[in-house]
């Protein structure tokens, strides 16, 4: 079975541009995370999603938005990019999102650099 | 708002030797999961080893075993056996079970662990 795939998998973008990230997570699971890391920091924690609702939101400006499709692939929206906004962003994809616990599988991430 | 802390940015050690990482937490919950993640230079992070709070227990995974002190909000990983393969970034994270466990994984800084061959 594919693990959990994100594309692209190097971005390059100016100051206040867009950018858009996407992330397919393992087949059967309903929920997918988003965590940006940037260099030499852990991961924090920016969305969750489960069936197509947000479910959890990280410390985050509006700028940073996010959706869930259908086939429950997922897209990352991050608006009026600063170059605070360069980093390592990953997706994680799980079965649920509630209190059970359930393993949550990263992508191979996205490096966005914003010149 | 709970926070993660990884107090050795570097550790290393040589292969076939045994390592402990160290992790502490801070946290008003009593009901939470802890975890340890690798992340090898290819970056695709890995869970090496979790542990529930409300378990004793401490968890062990072959040659990773945790020792969780929940009192003193303590949990570092012993690598037993190093392999060249362990060198990676290794994350302590922890997870609240309440609210739906809709914050997310809260990750300490990391530390790199390197094996001296």
């Known amino acids: 079975d594919a693990g959990v795939t994100q594309s692209p998998t190097h971005l390059i973008k100016t100051r206040g541009q867009h950018v858009t990230l996407r992330c397919s997570p393992i087949?059967?699971?309903?929920?997918v995370s988003w965590y940006q890391q940037v260099l030499g920091q852990g991961p924090q924690f920016i969305f969750q999603?489960?069936?197509?609702?947000?479910?959890g939101r990280g410390n985050f400006p509006d700028r940073f938005s996010a959706r869930q499709f259908p086939n429950y692939s997922s897209e990352l929206n991050v608006n009026a990019l600063l170059l605070g906004d360069s980093a390592l962003y990953l997706c994680?994809?799980?079965?649920?999102?509630?209190?059970?616990?359930?393993?949550?599988?990263f992508g191979p991430g996205t490096r966005l650099t914003v010149l | 708002a709970q926070t993660v802390t990884q107090s050795q940015p570097e550790m290393s050690v040589q292969e076939a030797e045994t390592v402990t990482l160290s992790c502490t937490y801070d946290?008003?919950?009593?009901?939470?999961?802890l975890f340890w993640y690798k992340q090898p230079p290819s970056r695709q992070m890995i869970l090496v080893i979790r542990q529930e709070a409300y378990k004793q227990q401490n968890a062990t995974e072959n040659r990773f075993s945790v020792n969780f002190q929940k009192a003193a909000k303590s949990f570092s990983l012993k690598i037993s056996d190093s392999q060249l393969g362990d060198a990676a970034m290794y994350f302590c994270?922890?997870?609240?079970?309440?609210?739906?466990?809709?914050?997310?994984?809260?990750f300490g800084k990391g530390t790199h662990l390197i094996i001296q061959p």
């Open positions: 994680a994809s799980s079965h649920r999102w509630d209190r059970e616990i359930n393993e949550q599988f």
């Open positions: 999603y489960y069936e197509k609702e947000e479910r």
């Open positions: 946290t008003s919950e009593s009901d939470y999961y």
């Open positions: 087949s059967g699971h309903k929920s």
């Open positions: 994270a922890y997870h609240l079970t309440s609210g739906g466990g809709a914050d997310g994984l809260t």
